[in-house]
Nanobody
């Protein structure tokens, strides 16, 4: 049974940093693209970043480009999202998702409908 578990969320001040983790079990992790998404209250779920199954391709939403970094350790079945220079508009529940392909083509990997499995999410709140 595939399972994705996010961790690392919390309360951080504007300008601060957080590292989110997405631990996977029950899958051959190296065959799966991983995406990070977020959903703020009253807004649609949006793609934040994604990384191909072998880690050689990434993509970022314009809103996080240059501030967030996604990477993965296939030996540990974990994907990370490093978030820097956080702002209030980054406040949301962050989800990781997986699909058993190299890379999701729709919207260059940032389309939620391209993913089949989802974690439960971790809350990130940016406030002073």
């Amino acid at each position: 049974q595939l399972q994705l578990v996010e961790s690392g969320g919390g309360l951080v001040q504007p300008g601060g940093s957080l590292r989110l983790s997405c631990a996977a079990s029950g899958i051959n992790f190296g065959y799966h693209v991983i995406g990070w998404f977020r959903q703020a209250p009253g807004k649609e779920r949006e793609g934040v970043a994604c990384i191909s199954s072998n880690g050689d391709r990434t993509n970022y939403a314009d809103s996080v480009q240059g501030r967030f970094i996604i990477f993965r350790d296939n030996s540990k079945n974990v994907t990370y999202l490093l978030m820097d220079s956080l702002a209030s508009e980054d406040t949301a529940v962050y989800y990781c998702a997986a699909a058993r392909i190299y890379f999701v083509r729709r919207r260059a990997g940032l389309a939620p409908e391209g993913y089949d499995w989802w974690g439960q999410g971790t809350q990130v709140t940016v406030a002073s």
